[in-house]
């Protein structure tokens, strides 16, 4: 693809990667979707100190954070960078069945910025 | 934010930069990079989802340059960069982090692992070729 292409000019290489990355983003969200079910899952057993939860859903978080801004869903780059610094903290690493209903905070305006993301991709 | 450096070491040929290879567990990622990387001519990309599986293509590939997640399942970024350091075939091959990680204490730390420079997601996808070529170039310039 790259010798096909090189001899392009910029601006259509560029135009052309920016189309590709709405597909990929949208593909994206599909993904971060159907992943909701899983972390619900986490979040259901962290009371029972169960480490890999816990992982989970930081690895989960941390994900989303990084990537989603690639596609320019910053709304839930935000919510899941705000999941990610409270899973981080000291009061769910501390004491995660404490810091559950918080976490189920964070989860949930992560889905719902997703689903917002979801809805704009939709209707482009 | 701006890519951050380190001073001198790696790999220091002038020649160009030719093979890159990405590492990283997000699929649709690895994709966006392949892509975007693709905006530079003749520069050939390779990609593959795991700490693991990068130790075993890289003595294949012998890429010019490795780009590292961070926080990657089983093998992690600096993980895979500890074997790569101790392993003589594989050791001079410059090493960018990719990562949301991008915390002043948390790019010192990857650069004394011996990273030559840290590139903070979200990246800009339609620039993220050139910061690759600035930081090869940076590299050659040091040598």
């Not at chain 1, 000019?9 to 971060?32: H, N, T």
């Not at chain 2, 450096?5 to 567990?25: E, H």
């Not at chain 2, 204490?105 to 996808?125: H, Q, S, T």
Request: hydrophobic share 50%; glycine share 8%; with cysteine.
């Amino acid at each position: 693809m790259q010798d096909k292409d090189s001899h392009k000019p910029e601006y259509q290489r560029s135009a052309e990667l920016q189309s590709q990355m709405e597909k990929i983003g949208g593909r994206f969200l599909d993904r971060v979707l159907a992943e909701f079910d899983a972390m619900e899952s986490a979040l259901a057993v962290l009371g029972t100190g169960d480490a890999a939860a816990l992982s989970a859903l930081e690895m989960f978080a941390h994900r989303i954070h990084g990537s989603s801004a690639i596609f320019g869903f910053s709304a839930l780059s935000e919510a899941a960078g705000a999941l990610e610094a409270l899973l981080a903290s000291g009061q769910v690493q501390g004491s995660p069945v404490n810091a559950i209903p918080d976490i189920a905070l964070g989860l949930a305006a992560v889905r719902a910025a997703a689903q917002a993301a979801h809805a704009g991709t939709a209707s482009r | 934010m701006p890519t951050r450096t380190a001073q001198g070491g790696g790999n220091l040929s002038r020649r160009p930069l030719q093979s890159v290879l990405y590492v990283d567990d997000e699929p649709d990622i690895r994709e966006v990079v392949e892509l975007s990387l693709a905006l530079a001519a003749d520069l050939k990309v390779e990609s593959c989802g795991s700490g693991e599986q990068a130790l075993k293509v890289l003595p294949i590939l012998r890429p010019d340059m490795v780009l590292l997640d961070v926080m990657m399942p089983g093998l992690d970024g600096p993980g895979t960069l500890a074997r790569m350091k101790a392993d003589p075939l594989l050791a001079a091959v410059p090493v960018v982090f990719l990562t949301a990680k991008a915390l002043p204490a948390e790019i010192r730390r990857f650069l004394a692992l011996g990273a030559v420079a840290i590139i903070p997601k979200p990246f800009d996808a339609l620039k993220l070729a050139e910061q690759v070529q600035t930081i090869w170039n940076g590299l050659s310039d040091a040598g």
